[in-house]
């Protein structure tokens, strides 16, 4: 059973709007992050968070934002939504400072902006 | 050169048979080595870890490390159709102080049946 909870599984947006991923965890863990994923192509780091009010950005260039007010809790939000962002979006924690254990991955928003 | 590279396939390989999948790594200071599963349209699911060198053994699946060729392998004993998807290396990497994961753009395992 999965600890980490994405919601919405599945959005259409019209282009132009605002939205927010959200991505939210029971397991008390202090590093989550964001991957951006097009279909059969690898994982784009875009965010991640060492704990409260913690946020870098990741390896991809990406034009949402996310916060950390809450350690289980890990928005993302795109101020204006475009074709371009047409993306599966996954969300992931982990317990260890030095990712000795791996990474849970949420189930994931597959977006498409139209 | 890539962080850490998979071939990236599709391995094709037989119902029954055993499929070896690959991935090197560059950073020698790497310390943890992962293997994940990603069906098509699904999120990644972590289903080996090893920290040593040598074998470790989880049901059909074997992963194998040898950090002095900086090589790790995964292998699927008695490959089933279900077998099919796309198997993801990671690696964690301490060259910087944030000791992200690193992933590779995977391997896709076609088990025919």
Redesign the interface.
Known sequence: EADIYQTPRYLVIGTGKKITLECSQTMGHDKM?WYQQD?G???H?IH?S?GVNST?KGDLSSESTVSRIRTEHFPLTLESARPSHTS?Y?CAS?DS????????????T?LTVV | QKEVEQNSGPLSVPEGAIASLNCTYSDRGSQSFFWYRQYSGKSPELIMSIYSNGDKEDGRFTAQLNKASQYVSLLIRDSQPSDSATYLCAVNSPMDSSYKLIFGSGTRLLVRP
Do not use: A, I, K
């Open positions: 992050y279909p192509m690898e994982l780091l991640y060492y870098e599966q996954l982990s400072p030095t990712g000795v254990n791996g990474y849970t991955f949420g189930s994931g597959r």
